[in-house]
């Protein structure tokens, strides 16, 4: 089956000797069947030419960002919406580092910033900017910001040095976006929904218990099942984030709203409880604001422990349910604890006590608890990273 047919692709070229290769991997996705338009960089045009790009991929080269003629043509909005993915290859440490930095200073910048699609990115470059921490710094942004790194590899230079940086041969590139696409089709018939960040409970109405969830492990695991073609469902308690609209937004603030929505989304086939859902609510919340008094007490009851609820819920349980636990203590008995009390399939934990790793942060390393006593760890990676695993194990288990 060619995943690729059809498919409309805008490549960007940057200034780099790799650039040669840029020509065969536009000659491979035409002979399967891909629309292609191409942005060449003012530096790219040193390597290879306008007139070379088009002879092969029969369609215009976009080239600088005032050009009259373009911008009436296509704009730089209209370009990143056409295109079904963004393929940057070579991309170079310059290029690397506007991208990582939000620069938008010429065609190729500014698509990638304005862009709603997926951005793959072929680093090519020598073995020592490859290595150097500015470079490794703004790869690593860009995986937060779910850019695609695909490559580079260790080889001899163009150069003459040997080392990490070589970009990946043109089939190689081809064989990583057939698999995007390939997963955007097996899944697209797959529901899922994933609960996020914090709840809040009113006390009066100005006030109210609420916890450090910041909700981005959540996000992330909601835009990981969305690029991979699952009709995502995110059901989110009060957050800074934002989404893609690809993503169906349930904005709740309480836990009983959680609920509501997250019954309402379901059936879906997998289910991930992300969330850091208050175990308590006010047992009488004031429907006045409470006037300052030398001793409040607050009577607190049990709020409904929703992944509890669905996990044992005869018809409405999804075939995959996925839940979380944050622990300063014990991980291992907590989390295989939950996993059991809960009925759930897998309980995927981490040490909120650690601060590199904990609330807020970007970045984090979790164990996944399985059914049958198998524990496997993620290694302390971006969280967009450790979603994107999360979303493949899930891939292959529903498969
Ligand atoms: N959870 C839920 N509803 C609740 C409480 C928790 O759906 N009322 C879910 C969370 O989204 C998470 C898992 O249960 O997936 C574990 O949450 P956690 O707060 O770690 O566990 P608790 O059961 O609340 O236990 P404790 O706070 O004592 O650690």
């Given at each position: 089956m060619n995943y690729l047919s059809s498919k409309k692709i805008l490549l960007i070229i940057c200034g780099g000797i790799a650039a040669y290769k840029s020509l065969e991997i536009i000659r491979l996705l035409k002979k399967r069947g891909v629309i292609i338009k191409t942005i060449l960089t003012k530096r790219g045009a040193e390597f290879?030419?306008?007139?070379?790009?088009?002879?092969?991929?029969?369609?215009?080269?976009?080239?600088?960002?005032?050009?009259?003629?373009?911008?009436?043509?296509?704009?730089?909005?209209?370009?990143?919406?056409?295109?079904?993915?963004?393929l940057i290859a070579p991309a170079t440490a310059n290029t690397i580092s506007k991208l990582a930095n939000g620069n938008a200073d010429d065609l190729a910048s500014t698509v990638a910033l304005a862009s709603n699609k997926k951005i793959f990115v072929a680093p090519a470059m020598n073995v020592r900017m490859w290595d150097h921490q500015s470079t490794r710094e703004n790869i690593s942004k860009l995986k937060t910001y779910s850019y695609k790194l695909i490559g580079p590899e260790i080889?001899?230079?163009?150069?003459?040095?040997?080392?990490?940086?070589?970009m990946l041969e043109p089939k190689n590139i081809l064989d990583e976006i057939e698999k995007y696409f390939k997963n955007l089709r097996k899944n697209n018939k797959l529901k899922a929904i994933v609960t996020a960040g914090p709840t809040n409970e009113h006390i009066d109405p100005v006030r109210f218990i609420t916890n450090k969830s910041s909700g981005k492990q959540g996000y992330e695991i909601a835009k990981s099942l969305s690029k991979k073609g699952f009709d995502t469902t995110l059901i989110s308690g009060p957050t800074k984030l934002e989404i893609n609209d690809e993503i169906n937004l349930i904005n709740v603030e309480t836990t009983e709203?959680?609920?509501k929505a997250t019954l309402n989304s379901l059936p879906t086939d997998v289910a991930?409880?992300?969330?850091?859902?208050?175990?308590?609510?006010?047992?009488?919340?004031?429907?006045?604001?409470?006037?300052?008094?030398?001793?409040?007490?607050?009577?607190?009851?049990?709020?409904?422990?929703?992944?509890?609820?669905?996990?044992?819920?005869?018809s409405l349980r999804p075939r995959l349910v996925v839940g979380f636990a944050a622990e300063t203590d014990n991980l291992e008995n907590n989390a295989i604890n939950k996993l059991n009390e809960k009925n759930c399939d897998w309980i995927v934990a981490n040490d909120v006590s650690n601060k590199k790793i904990g609330f807020n942060s970007d970045f984090n390393e979790v164990s996944i608890f399985y059914k049958d006593n198998k524990i496997e760890k993620l290694k302390y990676k971006p969280k967009s990273e450790i979603s994107d695993e999360l979303v493949d194990k899930i891939i292959n288990h529903l498969n």
């Open positions: 290879v030419t306008p007139l070379s790009i088009t002879s092969l991929s029969q369609s215009k080269v976009y080239q600088d960002l005032f050009s009259v003629e373009n911008e009436a043509e296509m704009d730089h909005i209209s370009l990143s919406r056409w295109a079904d993915l963004i080889g001899d230079m163009a150069c003459g040095e040997y080392g990490e940086g070589k709203e959680m609920f991930i409880f992300s969330a850091a859902v208050g175990d308590y609510k006010v047992k009488k919340k004031s429907e006045r604001k409470i006037k300052k008094q030398n001793k409040l007490n607050l009577e607190l009851e049990k709020n409904v422990d929703i992944l509890n609820y669905v996990s044992n819920h005869n």
